[in-house]
């Protein structure tokens, strides 16, 4: 990562298995770039998700490679293989300690899905992990927002600004959705960039 990026004083690390990364993730990433005023987005495929040791998961540099492909045609995105160099389970609170040693003093703003939002309690170091940075949960339309907050509140202390919530109607795209649907032969079309659905076909995913 360059030296000028370094100096970033807002930054977002979008998390996420990407598997594959679509329309609903871009969105969402760009959505809160605008609405934080982020100077730039670090999208970090996970590597090994801790939650899922007994699931099926694209081969982590196929899910690197379709990310970047994704993001390439933004200035302000960018992709880092750091969880996938990392051996070991993909603990959120690692990245994010990595990532503060990278951009000292930026307000880093952690941003996922409200599903996965909601279970940050498992997580690993949650309260240090509050403490070092904010969670944008981006939620598909008609999600029960009241619910996020009332699970939330009565399973930890948090102060509200540290968990944000943003709703993001193209999330109505789904990766498990896609994922069927190549199985299922069906079009994928205009649900993900075309590069990607070009690297879906060319190396035979999701089959
Ligand atoms: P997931 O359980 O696969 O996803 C939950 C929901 O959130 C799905 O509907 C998913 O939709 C959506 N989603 C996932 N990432 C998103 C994003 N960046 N923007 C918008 N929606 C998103 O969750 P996951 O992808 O495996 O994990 C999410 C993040 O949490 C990752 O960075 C992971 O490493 C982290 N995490 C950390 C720990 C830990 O530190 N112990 C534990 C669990 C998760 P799609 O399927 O369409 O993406």
């Known amino acids: 990562m360059s030296k000028k990026v370094n100096r970033l004083s807002r930054l977002g690390i979008m998390g996420g298995t990407f598997d594959p990364v679509h329309f ?4 969402a990433a ?17 590597g090994r998700p ?6 099926e998961i694209t081969d ?10 994704a993001v390439a045609s933004n200035e ?11 051996s070991g389970p993909s603990y959120t609170i ?4 990595a990532i503060k040693g990278l951009y000292p003093g930026a307000q880093i703003y952690f941003i996922t899905g409200a599903d996965a939002v909601l279970e940050i309690l498992t997580w690993k170091n949650v309260e240090r992990l509050l403490s070092l940075c904010c ?17 939330l509140g009565v399973l930890i202390q948090f102060p509200k600004q540290d968990i944000l919530s943003m709703e993001v109607p193209a999330l109505q795209i789904s990766s498990t959705d896609i994922r ?21 076909v060319k190396h035979k995913l999701y089959r």
Not at 135 to 151: H, N
């Open 180 to 200: 069927r649907r190549v199985r299922e032969g069906r079009t994928i079309k205009y649900l993900l960039p075309e590069p990607v659905e070009e690297y879906i």
């Open 50 to 55: 801790p939650h899922k040791p007994d699931c």
């Open 60 to 69: 982590p540099w196929d899910r690197y490679m379709m990310t970047s492909l």
């Open 94 to 97: 690692d990245t994010v300690q």
């Open 76 to 86: 302000f995105f960018q992709v880092s293989s750091l969880e996938i160099d990392r």
């Open 24 to 27: 609903g993730h871009l969105v």
């Open 30 to 46: 760009e959505g809160a770039r605008d609405v934080l005023g982020l100077e730039q987005v670090i999208f970090i495929p996970a």
């Open 135 to 151: 969670f944008v949960a981006a939620t598909r339309p008609g999600y029960q927002l009241d619910e996020l907050w009332e699970k």
